[in-house]
């Protein structure tokens, strides 16, 4: 078999652009300002951001640790470093399953990328001007009945997706996102400037920002603490793959913080942008997924400028897909570059087609298939809850497990750079408070 030499990040930039990127997707567009604004508003986002800093950045901050010492795919990595530790290599199920995750996940991501494209297409030919709520939902519901058409956006978006991951982690993933999150930053800006002009946006700032503690509950406790745990991209072999890149002088920690402190910016200035649009149109703010393909479409076909704003909002929304769907894609591409003798274009072209042809079935679950039931769900949304409700919460909770009680912690004091009372506070969060927040976050899926 032929031996691979093991990538590495050009710089400490293009590394923490890129875990930003796979941070930054769909979620942060509409539904991360939509759980703010029914949350409690600046309530929420304090929970939220607590949840974070115990839960998410604990396990993020392991699952770099482990790839870095592993330099492998995440399979090849939990089985290396538990073996450099004296433990089984069985850990290695723990990667296994994340891998596993973000090959499904992709495929049906991939197809709501596809919708993101045709319905940027759709805003900047005027496709939404004049129409009613009535008319506009049924046109999405019209959209979702097309399988070709679903077939041919999803193919498109894969394609891109392929396209970036073949070329490789630096002129690839590194530069593609190098490019794209700025990008990302500049349309978020102009959006936020345009909602500043539409006489709402001191409306859609306070639907945001005003703390309301009546809202906060178990349910909305709950909400924020799963959020945390998948909007950082944990358990899908993602941040293992990751850090295989990494080299030693990068500061986890630091790495980490510069992370979460991006993504949740980039979520809140969604929010600056998306809700005073559609407060500006008497629209419904808690419209949920229905937000993005049929509330917005209708404030974008009735306000001056709105072929402008639909379409770079729907360029936001697809880059946002990309810079996720690249970053799934990549761990699956390093497990069949590792394990086989193909090189970077022949593996990421095989793990390309084969999430492509099982996104296929995942779109014609809205049409042609959906009277195909597995448990009660269509493939769609079998593929949506036996990732997110399970593979991910299991993937997590043995990162940060194995990290916290298996790897010598001196070692990962020092790893970490942490002085006597900063080791405190993380034996304290890693073993203790992260695991049970995800022990919870799985129990309350059950």
């Known amino acids: 078999m032929a031996k691979h030499a093991h990538s590495q990040w050009s710089s400490r930039m293009g590394f ?33 951001l607590a949840c974070i800093a115990f839960i998410g950045v604990p396990i993020l901050v392991a699952e770099w640790m482990i790839g870095r010492r592993g330099q492998k795919n995440p399979i090849n990595t939990m089985a290396q470093v538990a ?20 090959f499904l996940i992709l495929s049906f991501y991939s197809v709501i990328g596809g919708w993101a494209l045709a319905y940027m297409r759709d805003a900047a030919t005027g496709a939404f001007i004049g129409l009613d709520k009535a008319a506009i939902g049924g046109a999405f519901e019209g959209f979702l009945a097309r399988p070709a058409e679903l077939l041919t956006w999803h193919s498109i978006f894969m394609l891109l997706t392929v396209v970036v991951v073949a070329l490789g982690v630096s002129a690839g993933l590194e530069r593609g996102t190098k490019l794209m999150m700025p990008a990302l930053g500049v349309i978020l800006l ?4 345009y909602a500043m002009t539409t006489g709402s946006f001191g409306q859609g700032l306070a639907y945001l920002f005003n703390p309301d503690w009546s809202k906060l509950d178990g349910k909305v406790l709950l909400a924020a603490l799963g959020h945390a745990f998948f909007t950082l991209s944990l358990g899908m072999g993602i941040m293992m793959a990751y850090g295989s890149y990494l080299g030693q002088e ?21 929010g600056m942008a998306i809700f005073p649009i559609v407060f500006a149109n008497g629209l419904d703010p808690a419209a949920g997924p229905g937000l993005v393909f049929v509330t917005l479409p209708l404030a974008f076909g009735h306000m001056g400028g709105g072929l402008v704003i639909g379409a ?5 929304l697809t880059f946002a897909a990309l810079t996720s769907s690249i970053s799934l894609l990549e761990p699956v591409v390093e497990l069949i570059e590792e394990r086989t003798p193909l090189g970077r274009v022949a593996a990421t072209l095989i793990a390309g087609i084969t999430i492509w042809a099982l996104g296929i079935a995942a779109l014609l679950s809205f049409n042609v298939w959906s009277d195909v039931k597995l ?16 593979m991910l919460p299991l993937a997590g909770l043995g990162a940060i497990v194995f990290a916290a009680w298996k790897l010598d912690q001196q070692g990962v004091k020092a790893e970490l750079g942490l002085g006597d009372a900063t080791f405190g506070l993380w034996t304290l969060l890693s073993r203790y408070v992260a695991p049970v927040g995800v022990l919870f976050v799985f129990w309350s899926n059950l």
Do not use: E
């Open 16 to 48: 923490v652009l890129a875990a930003t990127g796979s941070a930054v997707g769909l979620g942060n567009i509409w539904k991360f300002p939509y759980m703010v604004g029914q949350s409690g508003g600046a309530a929420f986002v304090l929970v939220y």
């Open 83 to 102: 073996r450099d530790n004296g433990h089984s290599t069985n850990w290695a199920v723990v990667g296994a399953i994340g891998v596993l995750a973000a």
């Open 190 to 193: 102009v959006l936020v400037g």
């Open 250 to 270: 990068v500061n986890l920690l630091r790495a980490a913080r510069t992370v979460v402190i991006m993504d949740t910016v980039f979520a809140l200035c969604a």
């Open 312 to 316: 770079l909002f729907f360029l936001l």
């Open 375 to 390: 448990l009660g769900m269509n493939i769609f949304d079998l593929l949506d809850y036996a990732t997110s409700k399970f």
